[in-house]
Nanobody, 122 residues
Framework: VQLQASGGGLVQTGGSLRHSCAAS????????LAWFRQVSEKEREFVSG????????FYADFARGRFTISKDNDKRTVYLQMNSLKPEDTATYYC????????????????WGQGTLVTVSS
């Protein structure tokens, strides 16, 4: 499985960005695609996840209501729409794929895309 992420950038407080994560290789229907973020050397923090073949998103508390995860199975792509961005959302964002739905720890994910940097200016 390979994950190719895109979509970071610089945005002002209150702005929006959308990440994309294109998946190649075999992803089992029960698997979860997720987004994490990381600031410097801190642990990767769960943002949102969705089952590969079901519309079943789940979110971290800080993301609920501002971020939306979605997917296009035909394009084998998962998206993360981020609205009402805050300076504390500044981080490197990663997409990941793993076998257990609902997992919110990085250790539960087997495959990772490259990080994309999001900078929210105040």
């Amino acid at each position: 499985v390979q994950l190719q992420a895109s979509g970071g950038g610089l945005v002002q407080t209150g702005g929006s960005l959308r990440h994309s994560c294109a998946a190649s290789g075999r992803i089992f229907s029960s698997w979860t695609l997720a987004w994490f973020r990381q600031v410097s050397e801190k642990e990767r923090e769960f943002v949102s996840g969705i089952r590969w073949t079901a519309n079943s998103p789940f979110y971290a508390d800080f993301a609920r209501g501002r971020f939306t995860i979605s997917k296009d199975n035909d394009k084998r792509t998962v998206y993360l729409q981020m609205n009402s961005l805050k300076p504390e959302d500044t981080a490197t964002y990663y997409c990941a794929a793993g076998p257990v739905y609902g997992t919110v720890t990085a250790k539960g994910y087997n495959y990772w895309g490259q990080g994309t940097l999001v900078t929210v200016s105040s």
